[in-house]
């Protein structure tokens, strides 16, 4: 069946457009419907709508109407390929503004999740929150953070909350047994030692990469990570877990 052309209304319905901005459209001649009915009222022929399209997806683009009038002036033509291109050109675009997006959305719901740990919401403590998701971003590459997005997925909010708040108690009883001097190889601290290479294994993944990174940025951040995150800390206490570790099932 032949294209009849499009009156203005049901053409700002199907495009998402709306009928006062298809007539600035073509009263600017940007949009201009090339067809009539018998009582001369104006209708958009299939040429006219390619068009609009190339025009939408232009203005996606960040493109003024000046500089999308001159852009199609100068390729002359708004035929199968030409929006093809244009297609692929937003569809580019689309998918860098969706990794931001996605990567917003996580570090806004790390941020949640570390300010329900945390207990608190006011400004001060969003910067330094925001500042520890930097420093995360610091110490670790961007195939380890891809990893770690991953590895948050596939454990689900669920696991990861109940390690979250499983964290400060194990940090507290471990720096407890060190204050204490109790011996790394007391069943008691190696009871510690092996939840605490247990969660370390939860959140990396068993990835000796990611475990070697975590161990760095903490290492070099650990009183700033603990204070953010409200848990005890004692840089003495790595070295005591390790040499507790090291006697697990001896």
Not at 69 to 75: E, F, Q, V, Y
Not at 210 to 227: P, R, Y
């Given at each position: ?29 940007l ?56 297609m ?45 998701m ?13 990893q ?15 390690a ?16 204490a ?27 000796p ?5 975590l161990?760095?940025l903490?290492k ?11 848990m ?19």
């Amino acid at each position: 069946m032949p294209f009849v052309g499009m009156k203005v209304g049901s053409l700002s319905k199907r495009a998402g457009v709306t009928v006062r901005t298809l007539h600035h459209y073509d009263r600017i001649g940007l949009v201009v419907p090339s067809m009539r009915t018998g009582a001369g009222h104006r209708l958009y022929g299939e040429r006219d709508i390619r068009r609009l399209a190339a025009v939408v997806m232009l203005r996606g683009m960040g493109m003024s109407l000046d500089e999308i009038k001159t852009a199609l002036a100068a390729r002359g033509r708004t035929d199968a390929a030409g929006l093809r291109e244009l297609m692929a050109r937003r569809a580019a675009m689309l998918k860098v503004e969706i990794d931001r997006a996605r990567e917003m959305q996580e570090r806004l719901e790390g941020l949640m999740r570390l300010m329900k740990s945390a207990g608190k919401v006011s400004a001060e403590d969003c910067l330094e929150l925001l500042e520890m998701m930097s420093m995360m971003e610091n110490y670790y590459t961007p195939e380890q953070l891809e990893q770690l997005k991953q590895r948050r997925e596939t454990l689900g909010p669920e696991v990861i909350g109940s390690a979250e708040k499983e964290w400060p108690e194990l940090m507290a009883k471990m720096k407890q047994e060190l204050d204490a001097g109790t011996d790394p190889t007391h069943p008691r601290v190696q009871a510690l030692a092996r939840r605490w290479k247990e969660l370390v294994e939860m959140f990396t993944g068993g990835d000796p990469g990611i475990a070697k990174s975590l161990g760095k940025l903490w290492k070099d951040k650990g009183n700033e990570m603990a204070g953010k995150m409200n848990m005890p800390w004692d840089p003495k206490m790595f070295e005591y877990v390790r040499k507790a570790q090291e006697h697990m099932g001896k």
